[in-house]
């Protein structure tokens, strides 16, 4: 296994996470319902997101947080959400990029539980 390196890598993570999270028993009803027929608009987004984060190559402009806001999550949500995060990065990739994606994924499913707990959006 080698390292996040490019957007190739970047859709790779993606795909895997999404993979999975439309087919879990948690997740994949949630955002199946809000994602609808529109995967390929929110994927795309997403690898916007991570090349921006992971590479340092700046594609995503947007507020990550506002599209949650609303959404029926709770800690039980996040938990699932990091653990399907970290095995699907886990099961393509290993080294440095791989192990801050999985810190930050961590760190923002922290801000975003403070965020829904206290209302500060």
Known sequence: MTDIENRVDIELMVDTF??????DDILGPIFNGVIGDNWDKHLDTMYRF???VLLHQFAYKGSPFTPHRKLP??????DRWLSIFNASMDVNFKGKIAEEGKWRASKMAQMFMIKLNTNSY
């Open 18 to 23: 999404y993979d999975s999270v439309r087919s």
């Open 73 to 78: 999550i709770d800690q039980n949500h996040f």
């Open 50 to 52: 991570w090349q921006t």
